[in-house]
């Protein structure tokens, strides 16, 4: 059997697709396991041993016009394609590529005709279940009933060997406690600030002798970052690193301290402790929390007195200021220790 997986489009949705990539093969063991993926998502399932081809995703961003991608995908004569993208687009391809069997949410009004193994999901009834439970849940009609998996999330040799390069050079040794601060976050949250972290880093530094350091990957994490070093010049700035060394990064940290995001469901797949932040009402913590692992999660969204959460256009920081550093330095002190 041929297998078309469409992904969800963020970096964290990647990770939390992951136990559906294992549920698949599981029940299909000599399936054929394709993925799409946009460009920077590419090296997560290249190096995924249940993914047997990676196809780069040109519909997105309409890289492509639909007709070649199309014909593209009909060439390969897939018999199985499970769309967990919600553009219709997406919904289109998976009805005309030719293939007999289509996964996809029955419930989406203009399209959930298209999947004739598709599954209701019933959206109220699934506000307090994790978004992995949800993803699985989409392959009941395939006769995969399990909503218990693990993330999984996979780096190479050589991305590891020039991480040890890396911290190497910062002065970090390999028995050295490393705890990893995310400067950033995901659009549904809002970021914390840079004064509060630096707060938190030079606290954190005192437990277990640590040494800190900041990770991310855009602009304003680096901005971020630069704030930061500014109060704790200890603190050593690995903003920018390549995905795959980024992996290997946080598969080295001792503790994971950020608001929700992709690399928190990293650190969660590589079963480092999280100290995990949500501070906005919209982002609830028990679809995203991480997904078994060890972690506390920080919150005090009811200090927030509007009553229309849009973290991407709201210029108040309620949430964010209810914050206080101490809280997360206890909270990393609850999962690692109190001390030397």
Request: aromatic share 6%; hydrophobic share 40%.
């Amino acid at each position: 059997m041929k297998i078309l997986l469409l992904k969800p489009d963020a970096l964290g949705d990647d990770l939390l697709i992951s136990p559906v990539i294992t549920a698949l093969k599981q029940k299909f063991p000599q399936s054929h396991l394709a993925v799409m993926a946009e460009a920077q998502a590419l090296p997560i399932f290249e190096n995924h041993p249940a993914v047997d081809d990676v196809i780069r995703d040109y519909l997105f961003k309409r890289e492509k016009p639909f007709l070649q991608i199309l014909k593209e995908t009909r060439d390969k004569k897939f018999d199985l394609i499970i769309n967990y993208r919600e553009e219709g687009r997406y919904a289109l391809l998976t009805l005309l590529s030719g293939t007999k069997l289509r996964v996809g949410d029955k419930s989406k009004i203009l399209v959930g005709w298209i999947y004739n193994k598709g599954v209701f999901l019933n959206w109220p009834s699934l506000c307090s279940k994790h978004r992995v439970e949800t993803n699985l849940m989409l392959l009941k009609n395939l006769g995969i009933l399990t909503t218990d998996l693990d993330t999984r999330i996979y780096t190479t040799k050589e991305a590891q060997l020039k991480t040890k390069e890396i911290l190497r050079s910062k002065g970090i040794l390999e028995q050295d406690f490393l705890i990893g601060i995310h400067t950033a976050t995901g659009s549904a949250n809002k970021p914390y600030s840079p004064e509060k972290f630096a707060l938190v880093a030079k606290e954190l530094q005192k437990i277990k002798n640590a040494k800190i350091v900041l990770i991310g990957g855009g602009k304003k994490d680096q901005l971020a970052a630069e704030k930061i070093i500014k109060s704790v010049p200890e603190a050593i700035n690995l903003v920018g690193n390549p995905l795959l060394e980024l992996f290997a990064l946080i598969e080295r940290l001792q503790l994971f301290i950020g608001v929700d995001s992709g690399p928190m469901h990293v650190a969660a797949a590589q079963k480092v402790p999280i100290v995990c932040i949500f501070p906005s009402k919209q982002q609830k913590p028990e679809n995203w929390h991480p997904w078994k692992a060890k972690y506390v999660l920080v919150r005090n969204a009811d200090a927030c007195p509007l009553t229309k959460c849009d973290p991407s256009t709201c210029k108040d920081s309620y949430c964010v200021d209810a914050i206080e550093p101490e809280v997360i330095v206890a909270a990393a002190r609850t999962l690692i220790g109190p001390g030397n």
